[in-house]
């Protein structure tokens, strides 16, 4: 190999990397949100990711362009949250244990229904932007691309809301003190609920905005909650936004470099190491101060 | 302005306040005394809303508040600072200051300058991590942020435990200051019978999660609880 090739190849990876870390970061924020915000471990947050693609696969097929079928697809989702929180989460956000158990039952039916209204078919969705941009020689999918600037965006976005206005004082004031954000005047039951369906839209614009990158089945989006927990685990519950992305890149990156040089096999498996690895050494998080 | 009536509050199957029945006037200052674990913080959360009534009633201003949950009472006029602080400590001082002037909702005038005028250390720390001050400090965080939604009444669960006797002193006289200014009524839980004595004289003891004792300073002074207490 001559130094241009192997440049190229650090290049292709890091390009690669560089997508694929942005992505999974969008599957992982809802999740993180979600545990990081109001503690719950939200086991159905791959099925809510399938149902987001699913809807935007029944709303194209309706007719819909694909903007409003995204839009439709984060809405329905959202709805789905609101409805399970309203039933069930919210009798037991105190009980982690519990609410582990109730969404990973959420989990099963959720994938049920969705088999039951979609059938088991493989569906896929033609990418809305075919072209590839040309960079350095690269040839980057347009999709691709945007899903990444707008999970970039997104976390950018998070970011504002968390740390500069009055809705993240609440919310920070609520993860630091619940008894005390509630003396206050905060309707913290209102919180949580508002917290949990954003994790539930959330789930649901990743598995639209993924879903043309992706064949659709009922059960896509379990790789997406493990790879999510992984992610959310690595980048640890306090650091939300940078340990998510993090997470992103630890994961993601190892599963591209891991992948460039044997099967997709061994870099899950490897994936799974690492976090155990994490998990055995630093339970709350690599990135995680103190 | 404030009362309970055979209020009965606990914890789970624990029953820990077996039927009080209290009252505070409007700028009145009431301190509320007893030893470690008599029940004290059971009845401010029994007051406040955190904990939920098993029996009796709670007004405020005539208001059958009983049933409300405790963000509504919160609104209504009711505020509380938590024993050991209840400050947010990764908030700026300023952030927590908000804090209290926001959870309520509502478009309240916010009372930074004069919040500033009680506790010019505050002024002096507004862009600081709130965690990263001294205990007194903090106390002063806390009163300062329970003032930011215009309360009706606050209720002090042990301010000065834990701080230095020079803050505690100071942080007596501000809450005199703020009663005597505002007509603020004030219900003080302590174990510092000299700071409840120099804010006033109307206390009420508590043992095992009832009154025991009643009346002004003179009235309770030889009662065996008194004495217990004066003796440390
Ligand atoms: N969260 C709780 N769960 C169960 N019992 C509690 C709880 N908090 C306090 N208690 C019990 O209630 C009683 C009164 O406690 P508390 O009101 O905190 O007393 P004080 O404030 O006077 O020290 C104690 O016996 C204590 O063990
Ligand atoms: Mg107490």
């Given at each position: 190999?001559?130094?241009?090739?192997?440049?190229?190849?650090?290049?292709?990876?890091?390009?690669?990397?560089?997508?694929?870390?942005?992505?999974?970061?969008?599957?992982?924020?809802?999740?993180?949100?979600?545990?990081?915000?109001i503690?719950?471990?939200?086991?159905?947050?791959?099925?809510?990711?399938?149902?987001?693609?699913?809807?935007?696969?029944?709303?194209?097929?309706?007719?819909?362009?694909?903007?409003?079928?995204?839009?439709?697809?984060?809405?329905?989702?959202?709805?789905?949250?609101?409805?399970?929180?309203?039933?069930?989460?919210?009798?037991?956000?105190?009980?982690?244990?519990?609410?582990?158990?109730?969404?990973?039952?959420?989990?099963?039916?959720?994938?049920?229904?969705?088999?039951?209204?979609?059938?088991s078919d493989i569906r896929t969705i033609p990418t809305p932007l075919p072209s590839a941009i040309a960079f350095l020689g690269f040839h980057i999918p347009e999709y691709e691309a945007l899903v990444a600037l707008l999970s970039a965006a997104l976390l950018g976005a998070i970011g504002l809301v968390f740390y500069k206005t009055s809705y993240g004082i609440k919310i920070r004031a609520l993860t630091q003190n619940r008894e005390v954000a509630g003396l206050l005047?905060?309707?913290?039951?209102?919180?949580?609920?508002?917290?949990?369906?954003?994790?539930?839209?959330?789930?649901?614009?990743?598995?639209?905005?993924?879903?043309?990158?992706?064949?659709?089945?009922?059960?896509i989006g379990n790789i997406y909650l493990v790879r999510s927990f992984f992610v959310v685990i690595v980048g640890g519950i306090g650091q939300l936004l940078g340990g998510t992305l993090a997470g992103s890149f630890l994961i993601g990156g190892s599963q591209t470099i891991f992948g460039a040089f044997s099967s997709q096999v061994i870099a899950q498996t490897i994936v799974f190491a690492l976090a155990i690895v994490v998990l055995r050494f630093r339970p709350t998080g690599v990135f995680k101060e103190k | 302005m404030l009362s309970a009536t055979g209020l009965h509050v606990g914890y789970g199957a624990i029953e820990v306040i077996h039927g009080i029945d209290f009252k505070v006037e409007t700028g009145e200052i009431v301190g509320l005394l007893?030893?470690?674990g008599m029940g004290k913080t059971t009845l401010i959360r029994g007051l406040n809303g955190s904990l939920p009534?098993?029996?009796?009633?709670v007004v405020l201003d005539g208001e059958d508040i009983t049933h409300l949950p405790m963000h509504l009472r919160s609104r209504r006029g009711i505020a509380t600072i938590v024993q050991g602080r209840g400050i947010f400590p990764k908030l700026t001082v300023w952030e927590n200051l908000e804090m209290g002037r926001i959870a309520g909702g509502g478009q309240k005038v916010s009372r930074l300058d004069e919040v500033i005028g009680y506790f010019p250390r505050l002024g002096e720390r507004l862009k600081q991590l709130a965690g990263s001050m001294s205990g007194g400090e903090?106390?002063?965080?806390?009163?300062?942020?329970?003032?930011?939604?215009?309360?009706?009444?606050?209720?002090?669960d042990e301010p000065s435990d834990g701080i230095m006797p020079i803050l505690v002193q100071q942080i007596a006289k501000i809450l005199a200051e703020i009663n005597r200014r505002e007509k603020m009524t004030i219900v003080i839980v302590e174990q510092n019978v000299p700071?409840?004595?120099?804010?006033?004289?109307?206390?009420?003891?508590?043992?095992?999660?009832?009154?025991?004792?009643?009346?002004?300073?003179?009235?309770?002074?030889?009662?065996?609880?008194?004495?217990?207490y004066l003796a440390l």
């Open positions: 190999m001559t130094h241009e090739t192997v440049f190229h190849a650090i290049l292709s990876l890091a390009i690669q990397g560089t997508l694929i870390t942005f992505v999974y970061a969008l599957a992982a924020l809802g999740l993180a949100v979600v545990f990081g915000l503690g719950v471990i939200n086991m159905a947050h791959g099925a809510m990711i399938t149902l987001g693609a699913y809807f935007t696969w029944a709303c194209l097929s309706a007719g819909l362009p694909f903007g409003l079928a995204v839009l439709v697809a984060v809405a329905g989702v959202g709805l789905v949250g609101l409805i399970v929180e309203h039933a069930l989460i919210r009798h037991f956000y105190d009980k982690p244990f519990e609410t582990l158990l109730l969404t990973w039952g959420l989990f099963l039916i959720l994938t049920e229904l969705i088999k039951i209204a979609f059938g005047g905060l309707n913290v039951a209102a919180t949580y609920k508002i917290v949990f369906v954003a994790g539930a839209m959330l789930a649901g614009l990743a598995g639209a905005l993924m879903s043309p990158i992706l064949s659709i089945d009922p059960t | 007893g030893r470690n009534a098993r029996s009796g009633r903090q106390q002063m965080l806390a009163i300062g942020r329970s003032l930011m939604s215009h309360p009706k009444v606050l209720l002090l700071m409840v004595f120099s804010l006033t004289s109307h206390c009420i003891i508590l043992e095992k999660g009832r009154i025991v004792a009643e009346g002004n300073r003179d009235d309770i002074a030889d009662s065996e609880i008194m004495k217990e």
